[in-house]
């Protein structure tokens, strides 16, 4: 009874079998990473004996967009469809009399029954369809519940320290590898694989991730405050910070990031802004403003004083004697580095001493203190002293002719001793 039993079972599986099918995939919750796919039977429909988890040859599968497509047999993936519109999958080992010529058909249909009846009337056989959301996966919320190193680096104004921060926003991501996600992830599931068996372990990498991304930015000379504007950069440095845990391991990429605040501890934010206005002091024409600007006030402040207008202007200038502050020497090395050229960030360069005009150009200095380059003298009149007949060249070579013995330069290259 037991033989016939299992060939009745055979014959009338493979025979209800020969019907193909329709899968299709109703709209995917944005919840839903994986599900099954669904064989659509209509109360028209004669196919309502077939085998679970069987498809035959020739059926229909529908690719919605957002979708991907996944055939799997035996545990393994065989077809895969990304596109949408209708698959039709014509390489199954299930026969079908609607699909290929007669007599290969029944060929197979028998190779099937007698399959199916050493499996004692069953299949013998497991094929599933899964439809895989690609589409982005938004509001993923997330926050920093402890503070983020980040290194504050300035070459212009050599500042180079590291702050604390914290942040907060959401970010979406997607599955950019379905094979690998089914693969690794979720495998073979019964109906459905939702965001919530995996979100929390996302999340948990997403913010560790986060402290090397911002080093990264920190590397690009962005301030803690700049962040936010350039989330373009911050994605880019997720997803190379992540491509080992998410794009190798799960298939996963990270699609838009969205800040809602980055923010510095009180202490942290004013060591910047003293870093900051303590560089700025470093441009003499700056500080010279500034020293103006104080100069002022001092001023009102005398000129209000209790104890009377003199007393208060008597305390101010021994301020400013005491503090040794020149406001015209400021502004001229500022004009100075203006006009030299001078890079800002560099301490600035003391002005030089300069020669007497009267040893630029050969000449000689009167007693009233004018300098000539004549015989007399054009205020009063005096005549050019007498002196050895020497001369020193620039490059301080004693000399008595016309020319100098040690460079060749002319007498008027320097001066009278």
């Not at 895989?132 to 500042?159: A, C």
């Not at 630029?360 to 005096?382: H, L």
């Not at 050019?384 to 100098?404: H, I, M």
Request: net charge negative.
């Amino acid at each position: 009874m037991g033989l016939i039993k299992a060939a009745k079972g055979a014959a009338g599986g493979v025979l209800a079998d020969q019907w193909k099918e329709f899968f299709y995939c109703e709209a995917m919750e944005k919840e839903v990473l994986v599900v099954k796919g669904s064989r659509r039977t209509s109360s028209r429909s004669s196919n309502k004996k077939g085998s679970e988890n069987i498809i035959s040859n020739g059926s229909g599968i529908a690719v919605a967009d957002g979708q991907c497509m996944l055939i799997v047999e035996q545990g393994e993936i065989v077809e895969f469809c990304a596109e949408p519109g209708e698959f039709t999958y014509d390489a199954s080992a299930e026969p079908s009399i609607f699909a290929g010529s007669l007599g290969d058909v029944i060929e197979e249909t028998f190779a099937a029954i007698g399959r199916r009846f050493a499996y004692g009337g069953d299949t013998g056989r497991d094929q599933r369809i899964y439809y895989i959301n690609t589409k982005e996966l938004v509001d993923n919320k997330f926050g920093t519940p402890n503070p983020i190193p980040f290194r504050v680096v300035d070459s212009r104004i050599g500042l180079d320290m590291d702050v604390s921060v914290r942040c907060s926003g959401v970010y979406s991501y997607r599955i950019a590898d379905p094979l690998t996600f089914y693969a690794r992830v979720c495998g073979n599931v019964e109906r459905e694989y939702t965001r919530d068996e995996l979100d929390s372990q996302l999340k948990t990498e997403f913010i560790s991730a986060l402290q090397p991304a911002f080093g990264k930015l920190s590397d690009m000379g962005l301030r803690p405050s700049q962040i936010v504007s350039h989330n373009t950069e911050l994605e880019a440095a997720m997803n190379q910070v992540l491509s080992s845990k998410w794009g190798q391991l799960r298939g996963l990429e990270v699609v838009s990031i969205a800040l809602g605040s980055v923010t510095l501890p009180p202490e942290d934010a004013q060591m910047i802004k003293d870093a900051q206005q303590a560089a700025m002091m470093r441009d003499p024409s700056m500080a010279a403003a500034v020293l103006t600007g104080a100069q002022a006030e001092a001023m009102k402040a005398a000129a209000s004083n209790h104890a009377g207008a003199m007393n208060g202007f008597m305390g101010m200038g021994m301020a400013m004697n005491a503090g040794g502050g020149n406001v015209q020497n400021l502004f001229a090395m500022g004009q100075q580095q203006m006009q030299g050229g001078q890079v800002q960030g560099q301490p600035p360069q003391m002005p030089q001493p300069q020669q007497p005009a009267a040893q630029q150009s050969g000449g000689w200095t009167c007693s009233c203190g004018t300098v000539c380059t004549g015989n007399f003298c054009p205020e009063c009149g005096s005549p050019r002293p007498s002196g050895t007949g020497e001369w020193v060249c620039s490059c301080g070579a004693v000399n008595s002719g016309k020319f100098c013995q040690n460079c060749g330069k002319p007498f008027g290259a320097g001066s009278l001793r």
